[in-house]
């Protein structure tokens, strides 16, 4: 009862143009490149992150450099940005301050990263499918602010907007979630995505330009 009361209220302060449904099953299509395409994600709770687990699926052919989530805000770019650099070297930002991890023998196809972060530590980790690339430190003491514009398909140069075209994203992203804690990733359902900050089964977003939603092949 107190899942749906929430739900109610959710879907009766949305802002306006934004949508929430259950995406299982559902990709983001960026069909080409362009720097007016993105999806805006409106998290479910509104806090500062003293830790956090990111998790989404991509494809794409790309060997540029691109963004696959980027999260702003007013007083801070690149307050949490997940950047690929080039094939196999993904970037994570936090508070503008950058660790770079190296995959090796990266493989073509679809790509699953779960990244987290603590304070506490600074320490940051990820996974590339299911298995684990490396531990790195940054930011340690840090806090991620909350009023954040999240947007998946282009890199934030400023709050919201100022995309660069060769940045941008061409492809494909699903099963996008954010939790608010450290996920042990080890142990993780990777067919889960029930963040309680980001949650694919009950997405909030906006789509702008030319981005459309289809079911995964």
Known sequence: MEKLLLGVLLLAFLPEGMTQKDLRGKV????????TAYVTLIPR???PLRSFTLCLKAFTDLTRPYSLFSYNTKSKDNELLLFVNKVGEYDL???NTKVTFKVPRPTYGPVHLCVSWESVSG???????SR????KGLRRGYTVGQDARIILGQE???FGGKFDVKQSFVGEIWDVSLWDH???????CFTCYTGNILNWRALIY??????VVKPKL
Do not use: C, H, T
Request: hydrophobic share 40%; aromatic share 12%; proline share 5%.
């Open 45 to 47: 709770v509104r806090k």
């Open 182 to 188: 450290v996920v042990s990733l080890k142990n993780l």
């Open 28 to 35: 983001f299509i960026f069909p080409e490149e362009s720097d």
């Open 206 to 211: 906006r789509v702008k330009g030319y981005v």
């Open 156 to 158: 934030q140069d400023s």
């Open 132 to 135: 684990p690339v490396g531990r």
């Open 123 to 129: 320490i940051a980790e990820l996974w590339v499918n």
């Open 93 to 95: 930002y936090i508070g």
